[in-house]
Protein backbone atom coordinates (compact mmCIF):
# COMPACT_ATOMS: atom_id res chain seq x y z
CA UNK A 1 0.00 0.00 0.00
CA UNK A 2 2.60 2.48 0.90
CA UNK A 3 4.24 1.37 -2.72
CA UNK A 4 1.48 2.47 -4.04
CA UNK A 5 0.56 5.43 -2.14
CA UNK A 6 4.37 6.76 -3.30
CA UNK A 7 3.67 5.87 -6.76
CA UNK A 8 0.53 8.03 -6.89
CA UNK A 9 2.67 10.94 -5.09
CA UNK A 10 5.41 11.11 -7.75
CA UNK A 11 2.82 10.72 -10.69
CA UNK A 12 1.02 13.70 -9.00
CA UNK A 13 4.09 15.96 -8.87
CA UNK A 14 5.41 14.79 -12.37
CA UNK A 15 2.04 16.24 -13.71
CA UNK A 16 2.69 19.50 -11.95
CA UNK A 17 6.47 19.59 -13.01
CA UNK A 18 4.60 18.88 -16.87
CA UNK A 19 1.91 21.57 -16.06
CA UNK A 20 4.56 24.54 -15.74
CA UNK A 21 3.94 26.07 -19.59
CA UNK A 22 0.06 26.37 -18.24
CA UNK A 23 1.51 28.46 -15.43
CA UNK A 24 1.19 26.35 -13.00
CA UNK A 25 4.26 25.63 -9.92
CA UNK A 26 4.59 23.12 -7.07
CA UNK A 27 6.55 25.79 -5.76
CA UNK A 28 6.58 29.44 -5.44
CA UNK A 29 10.08 31.41 -6.21
CA UNK A 30 10.05 35.01 -4.96
CA UNK A 31 12.23 37.73 -2.99
CA UNK A 32 10.96 37.73 0.86
CA UNK A 33 13.37 40.44 1.84
CA UNK A 34 15.76 43.15 1.14
CA UNK A 35 17.94 45.21 3.16
CA UNK A 36 21.08 47.52 3.03
CA UNK A 37 24.57 45.85 3.76
CA UNK A 38 27.78 47.45 4.00
CA UNK A 39 29.71 48.22 0.77
CA UNK A 40 31.29 45.02 -0.30
CA UNK A 41 33.80 44.42 -2.95
CA UNK A 42 33.24 41.29 -5.41
CA UNK A 43 37.08 40.98 -6.58
CA UNK A 44 36.60 38.87 -9.60
CA UNK A 45 33.25 41.41 -10.38
CA UNK A 46 35.10 44.47 -9.80
CA UNK A 47 31.84 45.92 -8.79
CA UNK A 48 30.81 46.84 -5.19
CA UNK A 49 27.62 45.35 -3.55
CA UNK A 50 25.43 47.09 -0.82
CA UNK A 51 22.30 45.75 -1.32
CA UNK A 52 21.37 42.23 0.16
CA UNK A 53 18.31 40.58 -1.01
CA UNK A 54 16.64 37.20 0.12
CA UNK A 55 14.73 34.63 -1.83
CA UNK A 56 12.73 32.08 -1.11
CA UNK A 57 11.81 28.40 -2.59
CA UNK A 58 8.45 27.39 -1.15
CA UNK A 59 6.67 23.98 -1.78
CA UNK A 60 3.19 25.31 -2.04
CA UNK A 61 2.06 21.52 -3.58
CA UNK A 62 0.70 18.51 -2.13
CA UNK A 63 3.66 16.58 -2.70
CA UNK A 64 7.76 16.65 -2.05
CA UNK A 65 9.70 18.46 -4.11
CA UNK A 66 13.60 17.69 -4.95
CA UNK A 67 15.27 21.45 -4.99
CA UNK A 68 19.40 21.17 -6.54
CA UNK A 69 22.05 23.23 -5.09
CA UNK A 70 25.18 23.78 -4.30
CA UNK A 71 26.43 22.32 -1.09
CA UNK A 72 26.90 24.77 1.73
CA UNK A 73 28.45 22.51 4.15
CA UNK A 74 25.95 23.30 6.63
CA UNK A 75 22.84 21.46 5.46
CA UNK A 76 21.34 23.94 3.28
CA UNK A 77 22.31 23.93 -0.35
CA UNK A 78 22.56 27.68 -2.81
CA UNK A 79 20.42 26.53 -5.86
CA UNK A 80 21.00 29.08 -7.92
CA UNK A 81 22.10 28.48 -11.52
CA UNK A 82 21.39 31.35 -13.50
CA UNK A 83 20.94 35.42 -12.79
CA UNK A 84 18.67 36.42 -16.04
CA UNK A 85 18.65 40.14 -17.36
CA UNK A 86 15.79 41.45 -19.10
CA UNK A 87 17.01 42.79 -22.36
CA UNK A 88 14.85 45.61 -23.57
CA UNK A 89 16.01 45.44 -27.10
CA UNK A 90 14.48 41.68 -27.37
CA UNK A 91 12.27 42.01 -24.66
CA UNK A 92 13.83 38.68 -23.15
CA UNK A 93 15.28 37.61 -20.39
CA UNK A 94 19.06 36.81 -21.59
CA UNK A 95 21.16 34.27 -19.59
CA UNK A 96 24.38 34.88 -19.11
CA UNK A 97 26.40 32.50 -21.32
CA UNK A 98 27.03 32.59 -25.61
CA UNK A 99 24.33 30.57 -26.02
CA UNK A 100 21.68 32.50 -24.24
CA UNK A 101 20.28 28.99 -23.02
CA UNK A 102 20.65 26.85 -19.62
CA UNK A 103 23.40 24.01 -19.70
CA UNK A 104 21.68 20.73 -20.66
CA UNK A 105 21.05 19.33 -16.76
CA UNK A 106 22.50 16.18 -17.88
CA UNK A 107 26.36 18.17 -18.65
CA UNK A 108 25.63 20.78 -15.80
CA UNK A 109 28.66 19.50 -12.80
CA UNK A 110 27.62 17.44 -10.23
CA UNK A 111 28.49 20.49 -7.91
CA UNK A 112 25.15 21.71 -8.78
CA UNK A 113 23.47 18.33 -7.84
CA UNK A 114 23.45 18.37 -4.64
CA UNK A 115 19.36 17.06 -3.18
CA UNK A 116 17.42 19.30 -0.79
CA UNK A 117 14.04 17.68 -0.38
CA UNK A 118 11.16 20.26 0.62
CA UNK A 119 8.20 18.63 1.83
CA UNK A 120 4.73 20.54 1.34
CA UNK A 121 4.70 23.63 2.82
CA UNK A 122 8.78 24.08 3.56
CA UNK A 123 10.75 26.00 2.10
CA UNK A 124 14.69 27.22 1.61
CA UNK A 125 15.86 30.32 1.80
CA UNK A 126 19.21 31.94 0.12
CA UNK A 127 20.43 35.20 -0.50
CA UNK A 128 22.05 37.51 -3.47
CA UNK A 129 24.15 40.67 -3.25
CA UNK A 130 23.73 43.63 -5.68
CA UNK A 131 24.96 47.25 -6.15
CA UNK A 132 22.35 49.86 -6.04
CA UNK A 133 24.35 51.53 -8.52
CA UNK A 134 25.43 49.40 -11.18
CA UNK A 135 22.74 47.53 -10.98
CA UNK A 136 20.25 50.33 -10.35
CA UNK A 137 16.93 49.91 -11.40
CA UNK A 138 17.35 46.80 -13.04
CA UNK A 139 15.49 43.48 -13.55
CA UNK A 140 16.74 40.60 -12.58
CA UNK A 141 15.21 36.71 -12.59
CA UNK A 142 16.97 33.89 -10.61
CA UNK A 143 16.98 30.30 -12.09
CA UNK A 144 17.10 27.29 -9.82
CA UNK A 145 16.55 23.59 -10.94
CA UNK A 146 13.95 21.05 -9.20
CA UNK A 147 12.69 17.76 -9.50
CA UNK A 148 10.49 14.62 -7.74
CA UNK A 149 11.69 12.14 -5.47
CA UNK A 150 12.74 9.03 -7.25
CA UNK A 151 12.86 10.35 -10.72
CA UNK A 152 15.60 11.66 -13.49
CA UNK A 153 12.64 14.56 -14.73
CA UNK A 154 14.20 17.81 -13.63
CA UNK A 155 12.71 20.99 -14.64
CA UNK A 156 14.19 25.08 -14.39
CA UNK A 157 12.21 27.31 -12.10
CA UNK A 158 12.32 31.36 -12.34
CA UNK A 159 12.32 33.66 -9.60
CA UNK A 160 9.08 36.29 -10.12
CA UNK A 161 11.34 39.53 -11.36
CA UNK A 162 12.96 41.60 -9.02
CA UNK A 163 14.25 45.11 -9.42
CA UNK A 164 17.05 46.55 -7.84
CA UNK A 165 16.42 50.24 -6.12
CA UNK A 166 18.58 53.24 -6.63
CA UNK A 167 21.22 54.72 -4.27
CA UNK A 168 23.55 57.44 -4.58
CA UNK A 169 25.17 56.23 -1.64
CA UNK A 170 29.44 56.19 -1.70
CA UNK A 171 31.34 53.78 -0.61
CA UNK A 172 33.74 55.06 2.41
CA UNK A 173 37.75 56.11 1.37
CA UNK A 174 39.09 52.94 2.42
CA UNK A 175 36.78 51.38 0.34
CA UNK A 176 37.64 53.46 -2.68
CA UNK A 177 40.86 52.26 -2.44
CA UNK A 178 40.88 48.77 -1.81
CA UNK A 179 38.42 48.81 -4.53
CA UNK A 180 41.15 51.05 -6.98
CA UNK A 181 43.38 48.42 -6.08
CA UNK A 182 41.78 45.31 -7.27
CA UNK A 183 39.65 47.00 -10.14
CA UNK A 184 39.44 45.11 -13.41
CA UNK A 185 38.69 47.52 -15.49
CA UNK A 186 39.45 48.21 -19.30
CA UNK A 187 42.56 46.80 -20.75
CA UNK A 188 45.68 48.73 -20.58
CA UNK A 189 48.31 49.26 -23.72
CA UNK A 190 51.34 47.17 -23.57
CA UNK A 191 54.61 48.02 -24.82
CA UNK A 192 56.49 44.82 -25.76
CA UNK A 193 59.93 44.10 -23.40
CA UNK A 194 61.31 42.38 -26.33
CA UNK A 195 61.13 42.31 -30.58
CA UNK A 196 59.17 39.31 -30.52
CA UNK A 197 56.13 40.55 -31.23
CA UNK A 198 54.39 37.86 -31.70
CA UNK A 199 54.49 37.12 -28.27
CA UNK A 200 51.06 38.86 -26.51
CA UNK A 201 51.03 40.46 -23.22
CA UNK A 202 48.50 40.18 -20.68
CA UNK A 203 45.35 39.33 -20.96
CA UNK A 204 43.29 38.07 -17.92
CA UNK A 205 39.91 36.54 -18.18
CA UNK A 206 37.58 36.78 -14.81
CA UNK A 207 36.06 34.14 -14.81
CA UNK A 208 34.04 34.39 -18.16
CA UNK A 209 35.08 38.21 -18.89
CA UNK A 210 37.95 39.45 -20.29
CA UNK A 211 39.71 41.74 -18.34
CA UNK A 212 43.10 43.56 -17.35
CA UNK A 213 43.65 42.54 -13.84
CA UNK A 214 44.90 45.60 -12.02
CA UNK A 215 46.08 45.70 -8.31
CA UNK A 216 47.69 48.63 -7.41
CA UNK A 217 48.45 52.41 -8.53
CA UNK A 218 51.03 53.47 -9.50
CA UNK A 219 52.73 57.09 -7.48
CA UNK A 220 52.45 58.65 -10.65
CA UNK A 221 48.94 57.99 -10.77
CA UNK A 222 49.08 55.00 -13.87
CA UNK A 223 47.59 51.88 -12.60
CA UNK A 224 50.02 48.62 -13.00
CA UNK A 225 49.46 45.26 -12.71
CA UNK A 226 49.84 41.53 -13.23
CA UNK A 227 51.89 40.93 -16.50
CA UNK A 228 52.02 36.99 -17.85
CA UNK A 229 54.34 36.67 -20.98
CA UNK A 230 55.46 33.49 -22.75
CA UNK A 231 59.44 34.18 -23.29
CA UNK A 232 60.40 31.41 -25.28
CA UNK A 233 59.73 28.29 -26.54
CA UNK A 234 62.49 25.86 -27.33
CA UNK A 235 61.53 22.61 -29.18
CA UNK A 236 63.89 19.80 -29.02
CA UNK A 237 63.72 16.20 -30.70
CA UNK A 238 61.55 14.69 -27.89
CA UNK A 239 60.52 17.74 -25.87
CA UNK A 240 58.89 21.42 -26.17
CA UNK A 241 60.04 23.51 -22.99
CA UNK A 242 58.09 27.48 -22.71
CA UNK A 243 58.99 29.92 -20.48
CA UNK A 244 56.38 32.21 -18.84
CA UNK A 245 57.40 35.28 -17.07
CA UNK A 246 54.48 36.12 -14.61
CA UNK A 247 55.63 39.95 -13.12
CA UNK A 248 54.08 41.21 -10.27
CA UNK A 249 54.08 45.42 -10.71
CA UNK A 250 51.69 45.80 -7.95
CA UNK A 251 51.76 46.85 -4.24
CA UNK A 252 49.42 43.59 -3.22
CA UNK A 253 51.39 40.15 -3.43
CA UNK A 254 49.02 37.36 -4.89
CA UNK A 255 49.37 33.37 -5.42
CA UNK A 256 49.48 32.25 -8.90
CA UNK A 257 49.24 27.51 -9.92
CA UNK A 258 52.10 25.61 -10.34
CA UNK A 259 53.37 22.67 -9.97
CA UNK A 260 50.11 21.08 -11.94
CA UNK A 261 49.46 16.72 -11.59
CA UNK A 262 47.00 15.28 -14.28
CA UNK A 263 43.85 13.12 -13.81
CA UNK A 264 46.09 10.19 -13.48
CA UNK A 265 48.88 11.37 -11.64
CA UNK A 266 51.64 12.49 -14.09
CA UNK A 267 52.93 15.77 -13.11
CA UNK A 268 53.11 18.49 -15.82
CA UNK A 269 50.60 21.11 -17.61
CA UNK A 270 47.29 20.46 -18.81
CA UNK A 271 47.26 20.19 -22.64
CA UNK A 272 44.54 20.41 -25.11
CA UNK A 273 43.36 21.64 -28.72
CA UNK A 274 42.03 24.65 -29.61
CA UNK A 275 40.86 26.91 -32.87
CA UNK A 276 41.15 24.23 -35.85
CA UNK A 277 42.97 21.89 -33.57
CA UNK A 278 45.78 24.46 -34.60
CA UNK A 279 46.26 26.34 -31.39
CA UNK A 280 47.53 23.92 -28.94
CA UNK A 281 46.43 25.47 -25.37
CA UNK A 282 48.71 24.96 -22.17
CA UNK A 283 47.03 25.37 -18.50
CA UNK A 284 48.39 25.39 -15.18
CA UNK A 285 44.76 26.26 -13.49
CA UNK A 286 41.92 24.74 -11.97
CA UNK A 287 39.10 23.26 -13.86
CA UNK A 288 35.51 22.10 -12.74
CA UNK A 289 34.91 18.64 -12.41
CA UNK A 290 32.92 17.20 -15.45
CA UNK A 291 29.68 15.46 -14.71
CA UNK A 292 31.14 12.00 -14.83
CA UNK A 293 32.78 10.27 -12.27
CA UNK A 294 36.30 9.22 -13.27
CA UNK A 295 37.96 5.95 -11.54
CA UNK A 296 40.70 8.14 -10.15
CA UNK A 297 41.28 11.96 -10.49
CA UNK A 298 44.08 13.33 -8.66
CA UNK A 299 44.13 17.08 -10.32
CA UNK A 300 45.56 19.51 -8.56
CA UNK A 301 47.62 22.56 -8.97
CA UNK A 302 50.19 24.09 -5.80
CA UNK A 303 49.71 27.42 -5.05
CA UNK A 304 52.75 29.50 -4.22
CA UNK A 305 53.00 33.83 -3.09
CA UNK A 306 54.79 36.25 -5.50
CA UNK A 307 55.45 39.56 -3.49
CA UNK A 308 54.81 42.86 -4.56
CA UNK A 309 56.91 44.41 -7.05
CA UNK A 310 58.75 41.14 -7.73
CA UNK A 311 58.76 38.52 -11.26
CA UNK A 312 59.69 35.00 -11.76
CA UNK A 313 60.02 32.82 -14.73
CA UNK A 314 58.08 28.97 -14.82
CA UNK A 315 59.63 26.89 -17.33
CA UNK A 316 57.15 23.93 -18.43
CA UNK A 317 58.16 20.65 -20.40
CA UNK A 318 55.91 19.30 -22.94
CA UNK A 319 57.06 15.56 -24.19
CA UNK A 320 56.76 14.39 -27.74
CA UNK A 321 54.55 13.22 -28.94
CA UNK A 322 52.26 15.44 -27.57
CA UNK A 323 48.65 14.51 -26.09
CA UNK A 324 46.02 15.81 -25.03
CA UNK A 325 45.58 15.30 -21.07
CA UNK A 326 42.85 15.33 -18.48
CA UNK A 327 41.98 18.14 -17.47
CA UNK A 328 40.83 20.03 -19.38
CA UNK A 329 38.08 17.31 -19.40
CA UNK A 330 35.94 15.86 -22.19
CA UNK A 331 31.74 16.83 -22.62
CA UNK A 332 32.29 12.66 -22.45
CA UNK A 333 33.81 10.07 -20.63
CA UNK A 334 33.75 7.74 -23.35
CA UNK A 335 36.17 10.68 -25.27
CA UNK A 336 39.70 9.44 -25.13
CA UNK A 337 42.29 11.71 -25.26
CA UNK A 338 44.09 12.29 -29.07
CA UNK A 339 47.83 12.78 -29.82
CA UNK A 340 48.93 16.01 -31.43
CA UNK A 341 50.52 16.90 -34.24
CA UNK A 342 53.23 19.02 -33.15
CA UNK A 343 53.76 19.70 -36.98
CA UNK A 344 50.17 21.47 -37.42
CA UNK A 345 50.44 23.52 -34.67
CA UNK A 346 50.74 27.27 -35.22
CA UNK A 347 49.95 28.80 -32.04
CA UNK A 348 50.23 28.31 -28.76
CA UNK A 349 48.15 29.35 -25.65
CA UNK A 350 49.51 29.65 -21.83
CA UNK A 351 47.16 29.97 -19.11
CA UNK A 352 48.21 30.17 -15.65
CA UNK A 353 45.92 31.02 -12.59
CA UNK A 354 46.15 33.41 -10.20
CA UNK A 355 43.97 33.91 -7.24
CA UNK A 356 44.13 37.37 -4.41
CA UNK A 357 46.51 37.38 -1.27
CA UNK A 358 43.30 36.79 0.68
CA UNK A 359 42.26 36.24 4.32
CA UNK A 360 40.51 32.64 3.32
CA UNK A 361 42.90 31.65 0.92
CA UNK A 362 46.08 31.94 3.12
CA UNK A 363 43.83 29.95 5.84
CA UNK A 364 43.23 27.30 3.20
CA UNK A 365 46.84 26.87 2.84
CA UNK A 366 47.76 27.20 6.86
CA UNK A 367 48.82 23.71 8.29
CA UNK A 368 45.59 21.97 10.40
CA UNK A 369 45.26 19.78 12.43
CA UNK A 370 42.25 18.35 10.73
CA UNK A 371 44.12 17.83 7.70
CA UNK A 372 47.58 16.47 8.67
CA UNK A 373 48.40 15.16 5.04
CA UNK A 374 47.57 18.50 3.59
CA UNK A 375 50.67 18.84 1.09
CA UNK A 376 49.76 22.63 -0.21
CA UNK A 377 48.13 21.27 -2.70
CA UNK A 378 44.69 22.06 -4.24
CA UNK A 379 41.87 20.63 -6.84
CA UNK A 380 39.76 24.36 -7.10
CA UNK A 381 36.87 22.33 -5.04
CA UNK A 382 38.08 23.79 -1.61
CA UNK A 383 35.47 25.74 0.06
CA UNK A 384 37.05 28.80 1.60
CA UNK A 385 35.81 29.36 5.09
CA UNK A 386 36.52 33.34 5.77
CA UNK A 387 37.11 36.26 4.17
CA UNK A 388 36.25 37.86 1.50
CA UNK A 389 35.11 35.25 -0.98
CA UNK A 390 33.55 32.93 1.94
CA UNK A 391 31.60 30.51 1.19
CA UNK A 392 33.10 30.47 -2.18
CA UNK A 393 34.97 27.26 -4.08
CA UNK A 394 38.73 28.09 -4.80
CA UNK A 395 38.32 27.67 -8.59
CA UNK A 396 35.45 30.99 -8.61
CA UNK A 397 38.49 33.40 -7.34
CA UNK A 398 41.10 32.25 -10.27
CA UNK A 399 41.67 34.42 -12.57
CA UNK A 400 44.21 33.54 -15.82
CA UNK A 401 47.04 35.09 -17.23
CA UNK A 402 46.90 34.14 -20.81
CA UNK A 403 49.99 34.62 -23.34
CA UNK A 404 49.96 33.36 -27.36
CA UNK A 405 53.07 32.47 -28.72
CA UNK A 406 53.22 32.36 -32.76
CA UNK A 407 54.93 28.66 -32.85
CA UNK A 408 56.18 28.80 -36.39
CA UNK A 409 58.09 32.35 -36.39
Not at 95 to 123: Q, V
Not at 319 to 343: F, Q
Request: hydrophobic share 35%; proline share 6%.
Amino acid sequence: MTHICNLTTIFILLLLLGASSAGQSPVRFWATNAEEQPPQLIWHMAIYVDWKVTFTIENTSASDVIVYGWDQKDGTIDPVLYLLRFNKKTNSWDYPNSSNAPTPWEKESSIMKHEKLLKPGESLTFSRAFSRVSDCGRSVIVTAQIGAPKSKKTREIRSEEYVVPCSDKKPSTEDVAIFDAWSASSRRNVVPRSTSEYCSHLTVSMLAEKNTLRLSPRDDGEVTGVDGLIRDLHKYSDRWEIEFEIQNDSKLPLFFATEPTRSNGENGPYIGLGEADKTLEVGIRFFDRPNYFLSRDETNVKLKKLEPKTGLIEKYVLPLPLRETLPPYKERVTEIPRLIDANKIETLKLSVAVVPDDEGIRDLLAPKASKPYFDGYFDGGEIIEKGLFKGKMLLETQSLLSSTYKVNQ
